[in-house]
């Protein structure tokens, strides 16, 4: 099968490498069928409404408010240039801030138009040990503060499930769904934490979303993909449609070990890729 990876990041971010052109003509070279842009919607606005997200490195995690319109007119021009090679979708990847919804959507509304899908994620908790990135390794000391992972974990799906169950925060699909374990810092108690994710996927299948296999924690310290395997049987479980995202932050890393996670999901018992177009879901046959 021809792959899609809606799932990818350029240098407009400021921490990963390659232009919106480069993914492209890497794309159409190893022949996917979809390249999806994805990249971070920008932080800066939220400062002044979250005064410590100054204690984080904002200015190396997306790009500024400024730059929006660039970075979507650049992907709308492509889009026509390479239509006959391959097919280019326009997203971005949004954080969840509990109660800034309406800040945010103020500035999305303006261009939600023009997106194909929106990539919901939870990079920055807000614990009872204050403010951390989760999966930035300048973090890792936060995590000793805590008197066990599973913590984190819970604030982690509570965090989830306050998005999903947010009326005002725009998701199509959920990326990196167990995030925490990038360090290889696993769950404790597993059935405390699996509790938890059902709990999460239960929100899931309510609302109608889908959910990412991204391989980018078969690069990682963790080195398994998010979610687990065993998350994965319990989305199967519940019928919860799912796609492939690389996660990558240079063009060499698209569409990563696609052809493990294709192999995976059919032994769990998927058939069937969700694809996304003005924000509609449909599907492909894997």
């Excluded at 949004?94 to 945010?104: M, P």
């Excluded at 998005?163 to 810092?185: C, G």
Aim: include cysteine; charged fraction near 30%; glycine fraction near 4%.
């Amino acid at each position: 099968m021809k792959y899609e990876d809606w799932h990818t990041h350029n240098s407009l971010c400021r921490h990963a490498i390659g232009t919106v052109d480069q993914y492209i003509n890497r794309a159409i070279k190893i022949d996917l069928n979809v390249i999806g842009f994805s990249d971070h919607f920008p932080y800066d606005f939220l400062l002044e409404h979250i005064p410590s997200l100054k204690k984080l490195p904002y200015r190396d995690m997306a790009m500024t408010l400024m730059e929006v319109e660039e970075y979507i007119k650049s992907v709308e021009n492509l889009k026509a240039l390479y239509h006959d090679k391959i097919q280019i979708r326009l997203g971005f990847e949004i954080d969840y801030f509990e109660t800034k919804e309406q800040i945010l959507n103020n500035h999305l509304n303006k261009i939600i138009g023009r997106l194909d899908y929106i990539l919901s994620s939870v990079h920055i908790l807000f614990g009872k040990y204050g403010i951390f990135l989760i999966d930035d390794i300048r973090s890792i000391k936060h995590y000793e503060l805590y008197n066990s992972i599973d913590e984190i974990y819970l604030e982690y799906y509570q965090s989830i499930q306050n998005m999903i169950n947010s009326k005002k925060h725009y998701i199509d699909i959920l990326t990196h769904f167990d995030l925490p374990k990038k360090f290889d810092k696993r769950a404790e108690d597993k059935e405390l934490v699996m509790n938890e994710v059902i709990k999460t996927l239960e929100l899931v299948k309510k609302r109608n979303l889908t959910i990412e296999v991204n391989t980018s924690g078969l690069r990682k310290r963790v080195k398994e993909q998010y979610p687990s395997e065993e998350i994965l049987q319990k989305m199967f479980e519940f019928d919860i449609p799912v796609l492939l995202g690389s996660d990558a932050h240079h063009p060499s890393e698209l569409a990563d070990r696609f052809g493990k996670m294709v192999k995976l999901l059919k032994r769990v018992g998927y058939n069937q890729l969700a694809h996304y177009n003005k924000r509609k879901r449909t599907f492909i046959e894997i």
